[in-house]
T-cell receptor, first 110, second 114 residues
């Protein structure tokens, strides 16, 4: 079955810096790759997603890239702000279910 | 106007008890899910229902029994609770059974078994 690895597990950056979180997946049939943000004590919420027919997608300060050959995808956050502090989960999907990565705790220091 | 709601928000109970968690969505979605998030924040799917029909049943102990009385509701009943069941349980919904749809999560139910 699908397996998703996510790195790093924790990431601390200064406000204004960029943050990059990387994921790899195992099932070459995976075709949908969402990213969820979970603030402390809150529910996971979708922030951006990418499908296998696209290599990159951007939404304001966040962008996601996908390398299907290497089975890698990454989340890039530019000009980080303290409110970006949260746990970020990548996920991959081939058919009927999402398999989540292990999460990255991002801390943005003012 | 809450999209996906769960009750209760917190549940503290003793080992061996039986408890239920309820979930409702008002988004008109066909598919609903139960996820378990453990203390290390791992988020793992347990069950999925599409229009009241069970379509995903992961390797979950049979002490866990989901029920979907209609497509807007999905409940989770847990028998003979164990310490290891302590976790946050999230309900989610999506427009259809394909996992390429966005999933909307409920606020979670924090279950503590003592």
């Amino acid at each position: 079955g699908e397996n998703v690895e996510q790195h790093p597990s924790t990431l601390s950056v200064q406000e204004g810096d960029s943050a990059v979180i990387k994921c790899t997946y195992s099932d070459s049939a995976s075709n949908y790759f969402p990213w969820y943000k979970q603030e402390l004590g809150k529910r996971p919420q979708l922030i951006i997603d990418i499908r296998s027919n696209v290599g990159e997608k951007k939404d304001q300060r966040i962008a996601v890239t996908l390398n299907k050959t290497a089975k890698h995808f990454s989340l890039h956050i530019t000009e980080t702000q303290p409110e970006d502090s949260a746990v970020y989960f990548c996920a991959a999907s081939a058919t009927d279910k999402l398999i989540f990565g292990t999460g990255t705790r991002l801390q943005v220091f003012p | 106007d809450t999209a996906v709601s769960q009750t209760p928000k917190y549940l503290v109970t003793q080992m061996g008890n039986d408890k239920s968690i309820k979930c409702e969505q008002n988004l008109g979605h066909d598919t609903m899910y139960w996820y378990k998030q453990d203390s290390k924040k791992f988020l793992k799917i347990m069950f999925s229902y599409n229009n009241k029909e069970l379509i995903i049943n992961e390797t979950v102990p049979n002490r866990f029994s989901p029920k979907s009385p209609d497509k807007a509701h999905l409940n989770l009943h847990i028998n003979s609770l164990e310490l290891g069941d302590s976790a946050v349980y999230f309900c989610a919904s999506s427009p259809g059974p394909r996992s390429s749809y966005e999933q909307y999560f409920g606020p979670g139910t924090r279950l503590t078994v003592t």
